[in-house]
Every structure is written in C-alpha cells, then in structure tokens.
C-alpha cells in the first residue's frame, strides 16, 4: 500500500440530520444525565492512549446512532456503512453536537443528549424530527486531523549502526502494517510475505510515506501517521481507504540502495604478507555466508562444507562480486555489500527476492592463473651441492603438503618413512615432479604447484579438494643417479665381445629366462652393469629378455640376440 490510487469512487450521500445547518441559542455547560434543558455527555468508553483530543478546528470521522428519547432511531452512520466527515466548530454540525465532540479521543465512545435548543429547535425538519425534540446520539469516534498537521514519525527501534539513511532518490524494501487511526488494519505486506519496493521521493508514493520515510536506517523500526491530505485526501483509495482517512504505517526497513552505487568493501582481516593480490583471470576457491541487508541467511559455502571456485573478472559471478574479488590476498577476510544492480537485478533468484541489496562475507582460501608455473623457494642449501638430481633419478625425501591457506594434507614425518620416486616417471603430480628438480642431498624447500600441475578440478576425492593450490615443503634425504633417458640397463664398462656365449653357458645356442636372468643380476651384483634405480629389478629384466625374444618363443637365439646400438628400437643392452 503507500501508493497513489487512481481509482475514485463518489462520496456516501450526506446523512439526513447532521448537515441541517440550524442553531439556535446558547450552549449549556456539559453536565451529567439530568434535565433535558442541557447538554449532556456520558463518556462510555474511554481508551488507555489518548496522544491527542478533538479540538476545534480539527477534521473527525465518527460514527453514530441518533435516537429519540424512547429509543427510536431516526438516523445512523452504519447504516450507510460510512463514517460522518466534519469541521468541528465551523458550524457545520447543531450546536450540541459541535460542543459534545471536544475533547474526544480516537475509540472514545460517548452518550449524548442534546436539548432542542441546541439541536433543531422548535421547528424540527420535517418529516424527520419533530419541534423540540430531544436527540441522543451514541458516537464513536475514528479519527482525528488538522490542516495544520504534518507527519509524524516515532521511532521504537533502532539498529545498534546505521551506516546510511534513505535519501531522496533511494530504492527501499520495506515491510508494513496499515492501520486506521482506530487501529482498524487495512492493508498489510506481512500478509503476502512479499516486501513493498520503491524508490522514495520520486512521487511513486503518497506525499506523506515519502516523507516519513526519510532518513530512516536498515532494520529501523518507526510509525508514520499521516492525514489525508498528504494520503488519499477527500476520495480515498476507491477500495480500502476511505475518504479523509488519517493512515498510521508501521514500517520495518529491510533494505535499502540507491542506483548510483557501486559495491561496497570492508576489509576485515589482511594477512601480514600478501605476496600477491587477485586479478581479473585468476581463479579463486573462498567461504562465503550469503545475507540481506537485515541479516537475513540465504546461503553459506561452509554449510555445504566445499569451498565456492571460480574465475573473476570473466562474468562467471554477478558483476558485484566479480569486481569485489579483485585485489584480494590469500587468507584474507573481506565483506562484500553489493546493490542489485550489480547482484540479481529486479526479479532475483532462488531465495533472494528481487532488488535486494546482498552481503558476502568471504574468506578466501587460494588463487592461482591458469598461466602460473610452480614457485620454488629454497630454505637450505649444504655446502657441497654440486649433485643435482634429474629426470631418471631415484630420489627419497620426506614432504609435508599442505593447502595454501595452511591445512595439512599429508606428511611422511608423520608416517616415519619417507616417499620414493623415480624423477621423470609420472609417480607424482608435474608440479611435484618439476619442484623436485636440480635439487641436491640435504636441501630443503618450499614447492607451491598451481592445480592445473597438481590434482586439477577434480582434486582428490576425500583428500584433496578440486581446484587447489598446493604446498610442499620438502627435504631431499638420498639420491641414486639414475641413467640415461632411454635405458633401463647400461654396462659400467666395455660390452663382452662374446656376451650370448656368456649367457647362454650350457652353450646350447637358446637362452631361456633363467639363464638370462641369472646373468643380468650377476653383474649388478658385481659392478660391471647397473639397473634404473627404483624400478622392480625382476619386471626389467623380463622386459629386457622379451624385447630380445623376437619371435615370443620363450628362448633367444643368437639371431635374436642385439645389443642396443645395434637395434635403436629397443632400450636394453
């Protein structure tokens, strides 16, 4: 409600006695029930609040019952099912009427009898109230005004802040009761469980709700009263509202912005060092709780226990929070206010009504760009660090891996042993496999791997989550040089020229697995060849005998039988 009605209906036809102009003599002082030759009032009903009586001068609305002294009625508002509207003291009523209304309160209740001399007098109205009759009337009195009245606000609530103000030109939502003078509920937006939303001082609400709304705080709690000049004056609302109805509006402001605002940004925990902000491209994984600007709950990514990922600055979220997210470090908490504008506009969504104003409060986890490459900070370096491992090392270290906002994943300290990997051989992530590069025996360092070089969107069901950064910090305990790429075996020294002979020692001229086998850890064992290092040995060397087996008969014969320069497609011997 509060809007201008274009609506009109025409006014209730006048009530037949109270619009005879006719007033003879002087009024007699009010007194109690006695002679009929004075005015007498019995107060009936007299309500607790009495904020203000009937003056003369004011404007009433009342109802009433007019009977004879023997309970004939001749006249009655209800029975037009409309109040009786009237200057008080401007002569537009009988004398006794204008005199028995001051002084009375809004629900007030009062019995009047009024002498003849003060009523219709000796000659009555024809056909309607006879020469000096006596007249009672039970009135009740609705509402009261003055054309000297303005607004009224009262304000019983006021939040603990108050950041800002509506101002001309704001856009509000805001709930209310709409109330007669008399209490009498005409229209409520509680009912419809929908917010009323408008821009305030821009005409597209009654002059009086425009004004009373003014400088009213978010999640403020105030009632207007307004008279019906600055209402729906003399016509009503040609529905609820009656014509010269005072409306009282019990308002609570649940959100309010203006379409020039930009969004809003309260910092509200910096970390110490911020290496690097956010920039448009990154990718962002942060906790947010989603609220109105009453406080109203609507979402929270901790409730779903999974952080919110995203890319900013590419319209992957609502433009506010695209432009909110820049700048931000990582671990760092922000609050985010954002118009709708910049949200979901006017028709909102899911749970978010339309206009609303919406609060973030983040905390952001990591980010990264999809064009980083790891970062390696070394922490220590022993003196002698001439050997630097390499693609086909095998390599022992201990790891604590954590995310980058602290929490640990994993740690060998905490198993007691340590992780081994062949360098080069996919037995771990890009990121780990490059950080773990050109490093020497007793370093130690910190290995930061973007997702997309670590365990991707997918994550780690359970372990690691999608989209994270990840952090290792590092000590290289041991290092087996590994061999050259392409070799799973190579001689320490000159190649016998009679190597099948050697191996095939029952000289049959076929070389079973065994045989072969048995000749191969022969010379590990003795120095003269070497293995890649952290690979079964057994799994090699059925690798290296079934590449020389060309005919898969299970024997290799002399034929068969080529070392590796001379057969460049095979990688053993």
């Not at 509680?190 to 004004?211: A, F, Q, S």
């Not at 037995?427 to 290995?447: A, W």
């Not at 075996?489 to 049959?508: A, C, Q, T």
């Amino acid at each position: 409600m509060a809007f201008r009605a274009r609506g009109w209906r025409s006014p209730p036809p006048p009530p037949l006695l109270l619009l005879l102009l006719w007033v003879t003599g002087q009024a007699a002082p009010v007194a109690g029930l006695g002679l009929d030759t004075e005015l007498q009032i019995e107060r009936r009903f007299v309500p607790d609040e009495c904020p203000r009586t009937v003056r003369s001068g004011d404007f009433v609305r009342y109802h009433y019952v007019g009977t004879f002294p023997d309970g004939q009625k001749f006249d009655s508002s209800y029975d037009r099912d409309s109040t009786f509207n009237v200057f008080v003291g401007k002569g537009q009523l009988i004398a006794g009427m204008d005199q028995a209304l001051v002084g009375m309160c809004v629900n007030e209740r009062r019995f009047v009898k009024i002498p003849p001399k003060l009523a219709y007098g000796s000659e009555g109205v024809s056909g309607v109230i006879p020469p000096d009759s006596v007249l009672h009337f039970d009135v009740l009195l609705m509402d009261i005004w003055n054309s000297e009245d303005q607004v009224q606000v009262h304000t019983y609530f006021t939040p603990p802040t108050c950041p800002r103000t509506i101002q001309v030109s704001d856009f509000v939502r805001y709930h209310y009761n709409g109330t007669f003078l008399d209490g009498t509920l005409f229209d409520s937006s509680h009912n419809r469980m929908k917010t009323y939303d408008t821009y305030v001082g821009i005409g597209w609400l009654i002059p009086g709700m425009d004004k009373g709304l003014l400088g009213m705080c978010v999640g403020e709690k105030r009632i207007i009263t307004i008279p019906p000049f600055l209402a729906y004056g003399e016509d009503g609302d040609g529905k609820d509202i009656p014509g010269q109805a005072s409306l009282v509006f019990d308002v609570a402001l649940l959100d309010l912005h203006n379409p020039k605002d930009g969004i809003s940004i309260e910092n509200k925990v910096v970390p110490e060092n911020c290496e690097r902000r956010s920039q448009s491209g990154d990718f962002l994984r942060y906790h947010y709780n989603g609220t109105l600007l009453d406080g109203t709950f609507f979402d929270s990514s901790y409730s779903r226990n999974r952080t919110f990922d995203t890319y900013i600055g590419q319209g992957y979220v609502i433009a506010g929070m695209d432009e909110g997210l820049l700048g931000v470090c990582i671990g760092e908490k922000r609050r985010i206010v954002v118009p709708p504008h910049l949200g979901y506009g006017e028709e909102g969504r899911g749970n978010i009504p339309g206009s609303a104003v919406l609060v973030f409060d983040i905390h952001v986890i990591d980010f990264h760009n999809p064009s980083d490459s790891i970062s390696i900070i070394s922490h220590y370096k022993p003196p002698d660090c001439s050997v630097l491992s390499k693609k086909g090392d095998y390599l022992k270290y201990h790891y604590n891996a954590s995310l980058l906002d602290g929490t640990l994943l994993d740690s060998t300290w905490n198993l007691g042993k340590t992780y081994n990997i062949v360098l080069g051989s996919g037995q771990v992530v890009l990121g780990m496999d490059m950080g773990l590069r050109e490093m020497c025996v007793g370093e130690k360092r910190t290995v930061v791997v973007p997702p997309h070089l670590g365990y991707g969107e997918a994550g780690v069901d359970g372990e690691v989550p999608g989209s994270a950064v990840l952090v290792f910090d590092i000590e290289l305990l041991e290092l087996v040089a590994g061999l050259p790429e392409g070799y799973m075996f190579i001689w320490n020294g000159e190649v016998s020229p009679n190597l099948f002979e050697e191996i095939d020692k029952d000289g049959n001229g076929e070389v079973l697995l065994e045989e072969f086998s048995e000749y191969i850890h022969a010379q590990v064992a003795s120095g003269k060849g070497k293995l890649a290092p952290g690979f079964d040995a057994d799994m090699i060397v059925k690798n290296m005998f079934t590449n020389q087996d060309r005919n898969g008969d299970g024997k290799v014969t002399a034929e068969e039988f080529k070392l590796k320069d001379q057969e460049a497609k095979h990688d053993e011997l």
